[in-house]
């Protein structure tokens, strides 16, 4: 049995074209599914038409636009118009089907350019939401950014639509407030939340609903950087030399009041929440170290992450120079 991709015959033979630079590989007959066209009257065997001559490297030369012919030559292997999704360039389209005499194609072209267009305006169509008491404003476009979450099948033609309410929105039984960062993410596809967000779960729970995996994994994502707490611990020194005897030092811890209550009494309270200091004269140096610091850190969760340490002389100050060593640490803050 001869495979199906055996050349048989002469309405099988493999042509190879020139169009305006592009080149392109078919048979002669896709060239003659229809027949009174140019091209099938150019390459068919019984033609009075001369067939296309030939560039130089012996393909048929058609002075046609190169890019557009891929989507005649579709046409032509399946009687299909089938197109990019984005696709625009309907006037180019349909001048090389004219130029090609397929009104086959001219047809098709005209029903699906008139659709494109209805389909245009009504993205642009403005809707009027009522999400659970809460009254939105947007463009279908926006509703149907994600073609393939609730809101794009819902919007986009492909799932009934939402209910609506006495006013005529379109009404959707859910969280109210939420919709707000779930209608801005489809509208600049980022997250903007005020400060102090906190309802993480219920937002996870709405982006799943809606069914917009990029939203769930950016919302998981900021839930997971906002869930981190950090502590800053400075040591401020000025002195002569770095000899430990010598500096006129200070140690400051910064963080959550929560935190700075779990360290040892080692580090003292100045009247601040969110802040403790621990100076030279309070203790003896040789009781307390940097490492039983960072220690006592790391017993309540701490991991250290940074390090910054600068200094400069003031010469005012007789050569004396100043300084300050920075520690970040971090924990998941559940």
């Not at 659970?132 to 919007?155: A, D, H, W």
């Not at 799932?159 to 939420?178: C, E, K, M, Q, V």
């Not at 500096?247 to 009041?257: A, T």
């Not at 779990?262 to 140096?285: A, H, T």
Request: glycine share 6%; proline share 4%.
């Amino acid at each position: 049995m001869e495979s199906p991709w055996t050349v048989t015959s002469a309405t099988n033979e493999l042509l190879n074209l020139n169009v305006g630079g592009h080149f392109y590989t078919t048979t002669r007959s896709t060239f003659t599914r229809y027949p009174d066209s140019m091209l099938g009257k150019m390459f068919s065997s019984d033609s009075s038409l001369p067939p296309a001559r030939r560039d130089d490297n012996n393909r048929y030369y058609i002075d046609g636009d190169g890019p557009t012919f891929r989507h005649i030559l579709n046409f032509l292997r399946r009687s299909k118009l089938i197109l990019p999704r984005d696709f625009n360039d309907w006037d180019m389209l349909t001048a090389e089907a004219d130029f090609y005499q397929i009104p086959e194609l001219i047809q098709l072209i005209v029903e699906r350019s008139k659709q494109d267009e209805v389909h245009s305006s009504a993205t642009d169509e403005l809707l009027n939401l009522n999400v659970g008491g809460n009254f939105y404003t947007t463009n279908r476009s926006t509703l149907t950014r994600y073609p393939k979450s609730k809101l794009g099948l819902m919007f986009g033609g492909h799932l009934p639509t939402a209910h609506r309410d006495d006013s005529n929105r379109y009404y959707i039984d859910r969280d109210g407030p939420t919709f707000r960062y779930i209608l801005n993410f489809l509208r600049q596809s980022k997250l903007v939340f005020p400060h102090g967000f906190k309802d993480w779960d219920i937002l996870i729970a709405e982006a799943d609903f809606y069914q917009i995996p990029d939203l769930v994994k950016f919302v998981s994502e900021r839930r997971k950087a906002n869930n981190k707490s950090l502590l800053e611990v400075q040591l401020v020194y000025k002195a002569a030399s770095v000899e430990a005897k010598k500096l006129n030092y200070c140690w400051k811890v910064y963080g959550q009041p929560k935190f700075l209550d779990q360290l040892p009494s080692i580090v003292g309270f100045n009247g601040r929440k969110d802040l403790r200091i621990l100076k030279k004269e309070d203790i003896e140096c040789s009781d307390f170290t940097r490492s039983q610091l960072f220690d006592e850190i790391s017993k309540i969760g701490f991991t250290l992450i940074n390090t910054v340490s600068t200094s400069s002389s003031n010469v005012n100050l007789g050569g004396y120079f100043d300084g300050k060593d920075r520690w970040i640490f971090m924990k998941d803050d559940m």
